[in-house]
T-cell receptor
């Protein structure tokens, strides 16, 4: 069965600095999708970034980028120039190959941004 | 608002009562998913529905829980005879197809007293 592990329950970063959130996963599939979702106190789940396993190039979205290491089954999220609004729970999620639909979420990392 | 709409935002029920959670998917989306988030945990899949059909309910408890997505109106997640362990945030998501990204609602926080 697929699993997603986020080993950092909580992280802190100084405003304007860079922080990396780690995520590892386990799967026997070769084709899948990985996601990072942000959940602020409002509870809304916001898609931050998405990576297709068949793509070697790491996804980037403005200040957010990933380091996808397929062989190591690692999918870390880097937030550059951290802002106060980045403070939230961040969830890593895995979705198995096309034609399936279940997302498997990690337990989350709470990110605090210090002014 | 063109996003996924869930209501109520907060729901308090006493043990033994029924809870009904509603979800209107994004415009144009006909695939609805329900996830449950227990305190300090990630979201866990419960059920996947298309209009008038339950496609996969493998994540839903066998008793007391049911879901529907009628031809007209929102999807409903129904929990009968609630117990304290049902207290959680229940999220609905929708997509244009099973391969398309999920768009989540803001969730309903159910508290059972």
């Amino acid at each position: 069965a697929q699993t997603v592990t986020q080993s950092q329950p909580e992280m802190s970063v100084q405003e304007a600095e860079t922080v990396t959130l780690s995520c590892t996963y386990d799967t026997s599939e070769s084709d899948y999708y990985l996601f990072w979702y942000k959940q602020p106190p409002s509870r809304q789940m916001i898609l931050v970034i998405r990576q297709e396993a068949y793509k070697q190039q790491n996804a980037t979205e403005n200040r957010f980028s990933v380091n996808f290491q397929k062989a190591a089954k690692s999918f870390s999220l880097k937030i550059s120039d951290s802002q106060l609004g980045d403070a939230a729970m961040y969830f890593c999620a895995y979705r198995s190959p096309p034609g399936t639909y279940k997302y498997i979420f990690g337990t989350g990392t709470r990110l605090k941004v210090l002014a | 608002n063109a996003g996924v709409m869930q209501n109520p935002r907060h729901l308090v029920r006493r043990r033994g009562q029924e809870a009904r959670l509603r979800c209107s998917p994004m415009k144009g989306h006909s695939h609805v998913y329900w996830y449950r988030q227990l305190p300090e945990e990630g979201l866990k899949f419960m059920v996947y529905l298309q209009k008038e059909n339950i496609i996969d309910e493998s994540g839903m408890p066998k008793e007391r829980f049911s879901a529907e997505f009628p031809k007209e109106g929102p999807s409903i997640l129904r929990i009968q005879q609630v117990v304290r362990g049902d207290s959680a945030a229940y999220f609905c998501a929708s997509s244009a197809g099973p391969d398309s990204p999920l768009h989540f609602g803001n969730g309903t926080r159910l508290t059972v007293t």
